[in-house]
């Protein structure tokens, strides 16, 4: 399928990647669940890995082997980005659930106290998957990027309108992955303990804590030497799609139709250079510092409490009112009195989003096989004398037809 | 020249928000602060001593440095007044973008980490606010880039500025409103040079 095909299976592989990221991440927002969160994400990633396979297929269409070999490496490098990622994701949010006995994020929060290493590498983990410089994900997305836009050099007006819009498509990905992982990090480590869990919590073992390590090292050199991973990973590519160098110093991509680059270690030395010399300038201009610690403001309330922070559900709100056409939220508020309408015993409110692809597609694929299943179920009826009966009637037919 | 740029950049940067804050008062019938009040701000800010919230972290404390130094860097991959940036050919336009928004993801977090309901406030604010915005200057972005055939800053840079010339050569070209302010000072900045040679 790789190897080429008419211009619409290329089409129709972004088409369905531009979906599949937006929607997955989208549906990922919601997730108060940590673990949930994640796999909803992961929908989110391979929508990105088809952008890239999708754009290679379209310049295969057209005999653009160079093009089709680079956008075919951009969809390779994320796979591999992903992998390293979303492992170290999954590894810390299970350090968090064997800490804590609970992945519900509402419960967590000031983790970052008592597990910093876990919450180190929670950290790690979710700028490179929001694709921030100078992690890996930025890399993969940089060349996704530049694929799609050298789909511009198609001779044809629909890939010319697509590539572009999935381009768009990628950017919006981007920024609401960027809201998804500010509220899993933000909610679950930041903050106040939610619960008496929370505050309790010890740090994992080291073995554990290893684990995790191994691979947030990882993160960080597949992101600073792109041109080392390239150059391992364009064998693979250029086997199916025919040769492309992309010149690659260790640490600098360039693509060389476009004379675009890019350098990640550079930018990590950059900053780090110029915070050095902010801390001397400031040091300069304002003497030496010492700070002051005291408590969050509190309104004048005497002491602030946990229930007051913010909650994971309020902090995608806005998000939730905007795209509502896709989320259809429902919420339900039923207030029980003692003396109607003035004195009030409870309110409970619910609220929560339709789950369209659980509800409409797979919820009636499922009843329509348990029901065939049901009808089915009634050949097995458990009798000796029927079973012998179908064998006869079995030999029976056999015999009339094989005559 | 790239590196006086940068530092022309940064010195004169407060000035034109100064400019601008004026500029914007006298629209609306005040008085306005004087154009050197943001370099004074600055000055009283960089003084400020240090309160920081026992509940907040060590992300608290290293978001500042995340958030200026990304801006600097973003900074250098500016071109301004030449063609040429600190950043050479790695200065990249969706580089730049995520640059910028590894700034306002730490930014997020610092709000979050007082556990108070304004920070969570406006780091949700600022997050929803990015998903909106976020896709529509990547799209115009676009525009620029592929007009260019290259995400290269300075490409970009170089192939408007070439087109304006070609095409608006004896026009004034102050008087042509563009939505980029960039390309104008680029083309200006050529035209002068194609005109010394003449």
């Known amino acids: 399928m790789l190897g080429g095909g008419p211009e619409w299976w290329g089409i129709t592989v972004l088409i369905v990647g531009a979906v599949s990221a937006v929607l997955g991440v989208i549906y990922a927002l919601m997730e108060n ?23 290679s297929m379209l310049f295969k269409a057209y005999g653009m082997n160079a093009l089709a070999s680079l956008a075919l490496m951009a969809g390779l490098y994320h796979i591999l980005n992903h992998t390293v990622f979303k492992g170290l994701l999954f590894l810390s949010a299970g350090s968090v659930l064997h800490a804590m006995h609970t992945k519900n994020m509402e419960k967590l929060g000031g983790l970052i106290k008592v597990m910093p290493y876990t919450s180190l590498f929670f950290l790690i983990g979710s700028v490179s998957i929001c694709a921030l410089p100078p992690f890996n994900g930025f890399v993969s997305e940089w060349l996704t990027y530049q694929s799609l836009l050298l789909g511009f050099n198609v001779p044809s007006i629909t890939v010319k309108i697509i590539s572009p819009l999935g381009g768009a498509v990628l950017a919006l990905t981007g920024a609401l992955a960027a809201a998804c992982f500010v509220k899993a990090f933000g909610i679950s480590f930041l903050g106040m303990p939610r619960s008496k869990h929370a505050e309790e919590a010890k740090e994992v073992s080291p073995s554990m804590i290893l684990g995790m390590a191994m691979l947030a090292v990882l993160c960080l050199l597949l992101g600073i030497f792109p041109g080392t991973v390239s150059n391992i990973i364009a064998p693979a590519s250029s086997m199916i799609n025919g040769s492309y160098g992309l010149p690659s110093y260790e640490g600098l991509i360039l693509i060389k139709e476009t004379g675009s680059g890019l350098s990640p270690g550079f930018v990590l030395a950059t900053m780090i250079i110029v915070s050095l010399a902010i801390m001397f300038f400031i040091y300069i201009v304002g003497g030496k510092k010492r700070a002051r610690y005291g408590d969050s403001w509190d309104c004048g309330i005497p002491s602030l409490t946990p229930r007051m922070q913010y909650t994971a559900t309020g902090f995608t709100k806005p998000i ?84 | 020249m790239e590196y006086f740029q940068f530092l022309i950049i940064i010195i004169f940067a407060p000035l034109v928000n100064g400019i601008i804050k004026k500029f914007k008062a006298n629209m609306q019938g005040r008085q306005g602060p004087g154009i050197f009040q943001p370099y004074y701000d600055l000055i009283r800010l960089f003084k400020k001593e240090l309160v920081i919230s026992n509940i907040s972290s060590w992300i608290f404390r290293v978001t500042p440095y995340i958030v200026f130094s990304s801006t600097l860097v973003a900074t250098m991959m500016v071109p301004v007044i030449t063609d040429k940036v600190l950043f050479g050919n790695m200065a990249d336009i969706i580089a730049l973008i995520y640059i910028l928004a590894l700034g306002r993801f730490f930014m997020a977090l610092a709000g979050l980490d007082a556990g108070t309901a304004f920070g969570g406030e406006g780091s949700s604010r600022e997050m929803t606010v990015a998903i909106l915005v976020e896709p529509a200057m990547m799209l115009s972005l676009f525009t620029a880039a592929i007009s260019a055939g290259s995400t290269n800053l300075s490409n970009i840079v170089n192939s408007s500025a070439s087109l304006y010339t070609r095409k608006f050569k004896r026009l004034p070209l102050h008087t042509i409103p563009h939505p980029c302010p960039l390309r104008l000072y680029s083309c200006n900045n050529r035209r002068n040079r194609q005109d010394s040679r003449r």
Do not use: C, M, W
């Open chain 1, 33 to 55: 669940d940590l673990k949930k969160l994640l796999a909803y994400s992961s929908i989110e990633n391979i929508g990105i890995i088809l952008l890239g396979i999708g754009a």
């Open chain 1, 320 to 403: 939730k009112l905007i795209f509502k056409g896709i989320y259809l939220p429902r919420r339900e508020i039923s207030v029980s009195y003692i003396v109607k309408p003035f004195f009030v015993k409870s309110i409970k409110y619910k609220s929560e989003i339709t789950p369209f692809f659980e509800k409409y597609i797979y919820e009636p694929g499922v009843l329509f096989i348990h029901r065939l299943a049901s009808k089915i179920r009634l050949l097995q009826s458990g009798s000796l004398h029927l079973y012998l009966g179908y064998i006869l009637i079995t030999l029976i037919v056999l015999l009339i037809f094989g005559v």
